[in-house]
């Protein structure tokens, strides 16, 4: 009992010890320390450094981008070709099928070209970024989230493409491959079309890759604080060190 009461003292000593030096610490030390309340200044890379370096190499990957959705659209509007050329006058004497392949095949190849060679969300972003100060931590934090905020938001429109375009043109496939006419060309194709809506699930988009990437890099952030906590037993102050991990 008298060695566990003299272990008890030593660790008491020694905390404060400990506590004292923390105290003098010069205030860089107390500033390293605080910035760990804010998971934004500490990921690596930061979003916004994210931001530019995507901003980068936009210009070069803009007709790699929507490349699922492209395939997916021209194997739909091949289809909508082949259905209007042969079409089976008895389940379709309108031809309604093949124009149907034809709009959202053909829509969605002008929706996707006209992004790619306009539409810029990390050069926009990026500029924005640029007229923004950086001097105080709070300048620091207004740039780190709204760079989170715009990579999340162009994977959120990624996200909504994606799945409106499976659901059109794998609609509009398989209303293609009921109409069509039997052991055809054109009912392979719709067969292929109905396969080949499903590419934007299989291959992501790399705006959604990004904003995964950077809130994996955000999750491995482990904040430890020093701070002072009653100690179990005497109650008496002791330093201790809280860890937080910020999801």
Same mark, same amino acid.
């Given at each position: 009992m008298l060695i566990i009461n003299n272990m008890r003292r030593s660790v008491i000593v020694i905390g404060r010890i400990l506590l004292c030096f923390l105290f003098l610490l010069p205030p860089p030390a107390f500033a390293a320390v605080n910035d760990f309340d804010y998971p934004e200044l500490n990921v690596t890379p930061r979003a916004s450094d994210r931001?530019?370096?995507?901003?980068?190499?936009e210009n070069q990957n803009q007709w790699r981008t929507h490349l699922p959705l492209q395939v997916s659209a021209m194997v739909t509007l091949t289809a909508g070709i082949l259905q209007l050329a042969t079409p089976n006058i008895k389940t379709d004497p309108k031809k309604q099928s093949g124009l149907a392949g034809l709009a959202v095949g053909g829509g969605w190849l002008v929706l996707t070209t006209a992004m790619a060679m306009y539409y810029n969300p990390y050069s926009s972003a990026a500029g924005h970024l640029n007229v923004m100060g950086k001097k105080s931590t709070r300048d620091l934090l207004v740039r780190e989230r709204y760079a989170e905020e715009e990579i999340n938001s162009t994977s959120s429109l990624?996200?909504?493409?994606?799945?409106?375009? &499976?659901?059109?043109?794998f609609g509009t496939a398989i209303y293609m491959a009921g109409k069509s006419e039997p052991e055809t060309l054109s009912s392979l194709v719709d067969g292929i079309a109905i396969a080949t809506a499903f590419?934007?699930? &299989?291959?992501?988009?790399r705006w959604m890759a990004v904003s995964n990437e950077q809130q994996e890099y955000k999750k491995r952030i482990y904040a430890p604080v020093a701070t002072v906590i009653p100690e179990p037993g005497t109650g008496n102050p002791a330093p201790g060190l809280i860890l937080s991990v910020f999801f």
């Amino acid at each position: 009992m008298l060695i566990i009461n003299n272990m008890r003292r030593s660790v008491i000593v020694i905390g404060r010890i400990l506590l004292c030096f923390l105290f003098l610490l010069p205030p860089p030390a107390f500033a390293a320390v605080n910035d760990f309340d804010y998971p934004e200044l500490n990921v690596t890379p930061r979003a916004s450094d994210r931001l530019v370096l995507e901003a980068q190499k936009e210009n070069q990957n803009q007709w790699r981008t929507h490349l699922p959705l492209q395939v997916s659209a021209m194997v739909t509007l091949t289809a909508g070709i082949l259905q209007l050329a042969t079409p089976n006058i008895k389940t379709d004497p309108k031809k309604q099928s093949g124009l149907a392949g034809l709009a959202v095949g053909g829509g969605w190849l002008v929706l996707t070209t006209a992004m790619a060679m306009y539409y810029n969300p990390y050069s926009s972003a990026a500029g924005h970024l640029n007229v923004m100060g950086k001097k105080s931590t709070r300048d620091l934090l207004v740039r780190e989230r709204y760079a989170e905020e715009e990579i999340n938001s162009t994977s959120s429109l990624a996200k909504k493409l994606m799945w409106l375009s &499976v659901a059109t043109n794998f609609g509009t496939a398989i209303y293609m491959a009921g109409k069509s006419e039997p052991e055809t060309l054109s009912s392979l194709v719709d067969g292929i079309a109905i396969a080949t809506a499903f590419a934007p699930l &299989v291959f992501r988009s790399r705006w959604m890759a990004v904003s995964n990437e950077q809130q994996e890099y955000k999750k491995r952030i482990y904040a430890p604080v020093a701070t002072v906590i009653p100690e179990p037993g005497t109650g008496n102050p002791a330093p201790g060190l809280i860890l937080s991990v910020f999801f």
